[in-house]
């Protein structure tokens, strides 16, 4: 039977690709820090005490100090030629990067874009974008290798969100955590052999830092911690290496309850002290470089070490868009793409 003629265009079907990141400030100025740290720290998954008591203090103290500190910090490492945090840079290559790698395989058959879970590109409005492009099942993709309440699991309650206000909602499946993909620990593997072949003298150590949570989650049954110490150890076995030669810390502490432990700042200051002065640093829960890495590492921890008597300290970048890390990603997204495509 035809169409009426005043029935609405029908695109082809097509399969859409979302990757999610964490999120950025769209500058760093003190109105824009402060609507960026507001939607994040407003975010049960990442703070989860009850809002009589967090909003009050996050409302009127930390959102009228910490927009200053944190636009400081960020224009410690702020990509000015493009006007955008590093994030934002290296998301929108990575995603470049799959884009033709998965269009590589599928054709135009797949729509690939990315979104943040905080600030812009919004999650709400690239699910609306994939929509109006045809896109009738969507694959959505959380750039954490690891899975966490308060990564992870934020970012897909925000799909879900977004899934909610469509008329015509596609079907989704959403990507679990891919610390143990082959592919993607043979990228990070490769990452750090490349690393030590350029280095004058071999570390002492090396130190894999993970961003940390509340001891009280892991209680509560979320799996990051165990998945991040399972992560060093097929590190350490894709390198060949002996336990003495890794060790896992966390970093990022926030408030006053007790957090996973060891904190990074305070046990490379250790090591320092213990004879350890030479050590690199690596932070595979981040897929990209941000203001945990590229500030917090490479400034208060690198400084926590040398002013503990350290003296060769290295940072090794995030996978970012290095080749086999796309096609790691892209096996990944192939994988869960199974029966669609």
Known sequence: MDKPTNHPTIKP???????ANLGTPDATDYWSMRRYLNEF???KRVIDYPAWKWQPLLQGIILTKRPFTSGEAYRSIWNTERDESPLMTITRNQTDKLRAALEARYGDQVEVDFCMRYGNPSTPS??????EKGCDRVLFFPLYPQYAGA????ANDQFFRALMAEKHQPAARTVPAYFDDDAYLDALADSVRRAYAEMAEKPDILVVSYHGMPIRYLEEGDPYHCQCQKQTRLLKERLGWADADITTTFQSVFGTEEWLKPYTVKEVARLAQAGKKKIAVIAPAFSADCIETLEEINEEIRESFEEAGGESFSYIPCLNDDDAHIEALADIAAR???GWL
């Open 151 to 154: 990564t992870s699991g934020t």
């Open 336 to 338: 869960e793409l199974s």
């Open 13 to 19: 079907r097509k399969v859409g690709v979302l990757v």
């Open 126 to 131: 690239k699910v609306r974008e994939m929509v």
């Open 41 to 43: 720290l407003s975010d």
